[in-house]
């Protein structure tokens, strides 16, 4: 099969190589899957930088976790009837060697997920760690419904799902965004109140946020902890909380005795170690979320397999908010 790969970490055209590997074959439990996109997602990134400072994992690494296309092999355990499923896929390169930037991908095959109808290849690459982390930030504390959800940064790839999500659990949902062409996009996908945040200061952001929750928010799915901590804690209601899953500085400092007054409580979120009981259960809900009506990503631009490297340069230089995918050939 055709792959990328990197043997060493480090920038992009630097350690990215196009090349042939053995077709891989499916163990028990696994299935095969004939990928038709490849989804890119910042951690991807991050790990090809070794930005943690963990290393490289394998001594060989084919990136990405997320991805879509046919089954086309099962391994023993799984039933033949699977062969031909359009699917979706969530963690192929978490803790595995080997990710979706190839022809050819083994997961386990409850990693491998039924596409809903109508949706493309290239939607369902974008799927996985998006949706799960959405999931998982919307649901950390219990159920949403009949509460207020704040979603921070509700025009990011997360944060469009968070929206769809506390929709769909019944909550309302207030989306703050960067820029007015951002209101359109949160709207979209199911926000009840958008909030353009451009040109305003944080007491202002505070004001307004009063104004469409009296009552305080319950929950805040948090993209930007660093930056949004302290509006967080002002607006939050007693015993309400915050789901977080990025920051901008790694060792943010925070407003302590406002969250304790608050009795507030804070969930740190790293999707690769999220329980598999709550990967399966955002799996599960995807045809739902989008028979609810939300409307998916938008697809910025789509990369052949041999520009991988660029793709990357693409997501690191962060040119635009919709995603990035990679296009597997034939």
Known sequence: MQAIWYERQGSARDVMVLGT?????????E???????????????????????????????IPHSDGAGVIDRVGTGVPASRIGERVWCFGAQSYRPF????????????????????????????????VITAHRAVHAFGSVAGRTVLVQGGAGTVGLCAIGWARLAGAQVIAVVRSPDDVVKARSAGAHEVLCVAGLGGETIVQALRKLAPAGVDHVV????????????????????????????????????PLVFQNVRVFFLGSDDFPIEAKFAAASEVEALFSSGWPGFTIDKVYPLEQTAQAHEHVENRRTTGRIVIRVPD
């Open 21 to 29: 590997m053995p077709d891989p074959e499916p163990a028990v439990g």
């Open 31 to 61: 299935v095969r899957i004939r990928l038709h996109a490849s989804g890119i997602n910042p951690g991807d990134v991050k790990k090809r930088q070794d930005a943690f400072g963990v290393g490289m994992p394998f001594p060989r690494v």
């Open 99 to 130: 990710g979706t930037a190839a022809q050819y991908a083994v997961v386990p095959a409850a990693q491998a997920v039924a596409l809903p109808e109508g949706v493309s290849f290239d939607q369902g690459a974008c799927l996985g760690i998006p």
């Open 222 to 257: 948090e993209v930007a902890f660093d930056a949004n901590v302290e509006i967080d804690a002002e607006v939050l209601a007693v015993g309400g909380s915050i789901a977080a899953y990025a920051t901008g500085q790694p060792t943010p400092s925070i407003p302590f005795w």
